[in-house]
């Protein structure tokens, strides 16, 4: 549902709100407070009751569309990036950006920040966990598809993914299988597409690595 915030099934203390195939998440902070995870444009007004926001995160370096926009909604809201997407961000917006140590601090004992390895756009992930459910929050790295009112979704790549935001395609895919030997997520949660879940991940997530 477009521009309407929602409590994620199974996951407690975050929210999402969609505009098109755009989420924003909304974490929930260990000292009150939000955390905002990728901006989405025309999306500011929708968490104006969960306020407040404390955190802007902007979690690679081409999800920056929204920043403007959110920072003058909550003008108290820490702006964070990764180290690697801070110069092409603070270029773009013209914004400045703090690391995401601020952040880290605040989070919850269940929730950690997960940087990927052989990506070029600095992209961070949330990894967030809930009794027997664990959910990825992803930027670009994985996509939701092919939902329909009859069928769930399913796990693919953004057409501009491989190119633009894949610098060692190897590193990349050696990074995530080692992670499913530690982990395997229930939920994985896109930026862009509906949620994708399932026993099942897993053996997805290595059969979408070898389109790579």
Known sequence: ???????????????????????????????????????????????????????????NHYHNKAVQEFSRAFCQARRVC??????????????????????????????????????????????VECGDNLAWIVTDAFCGEGASNTKAASLGFLKTFPRYGVQDADRFAFWVQERLRQEVPTHVLPCHGPAVSGPDLGADILRLLERL
């Open 1 to 59: 549902m477009t521009g309407v915030l929602q409590k994620v099934e199974d996951i407690d203390g975050l929210w999402v709100a969609r505009r098109g195939s755009l989420s924003c998440f909304a974490l929930e902070l260990r000292e009150g407070g939000l955390c905002l995870y990728s901006p989405v444009e025309k999306l500011s007004g929708v968490f104006s009751d969960l306020e407040p926001v404390r955190f802007l995160f902007a979690p």
């Open 82 to 127: 990764s180290e690697a997407a801070r110069p092409r961000l603070e270029k773009v917006t013209s914004q400045d950006f703090e690391n995401l140590q601020a952040l880290n601090d605040q989070l919850p004992r269940n929730v950690a920040l997960v940087e990927p390895e052989g990506l070029k756009t600095g992209e961070v992930w949330l990894r």
